[in-house]
Nanobody
């Protein structure tokens, strides 16, 4: 079982940037696909971005396309989410996750989750 811990959340103004990190530990992390999801109280968890196990494929939700970038540093067992031009609607708890699949945008296909990190964007 992969263990994931997010960090890098905080309070930023609209238009600002933030980079989230997800430190992973456990067996063969570099062979797992990964993703970022977010959740606001009262709403369901939403897909944000995914990256293939080898980093050669990425996919983003339309709401963040062009603004967010997901990446992996397998040698460091770390997943990143670079967030630029942040908007108030980006405010949420962000979770990283790992999947045994190459990549996925489906929450049910992820088998390991971090505890989340809060991102708040002020207007």
């Amino acid at each position: 079982q992969v263990q994931l811990v997010e960090s890098g959340g905080g309070l930023v103004q609209a238009g600002g940037s933030l980079r989230l990190s997800c430190a992973a530990s456990g067996p063969v992390f570099s062979t797992y696909g990964a993703g970022w999801f977010r959740q606001t109280p009262g709403k369901e968890r939403e897909f944000v971005a995914t990256i293939s196990r080898f980093g050669d494929y990425t996919h983003y939700d339309d709401s963040v396309k062009g603004r967010f970038t997901i990446s992996k540093a397998n040698a460091k067992d770390t997943i990143y989410l670079q967030m630029n031009n942040l908007k108030p609607e980006d405010t949420a708890v962000y979770y990283c996750a790992a999947t045994a699949l190459v990549a996925s945008f489906k929450e049910r296909e992820y088998n390991a989750w971090g505890q989340g990190t809060q991102v708040t964007v002020s207007s």
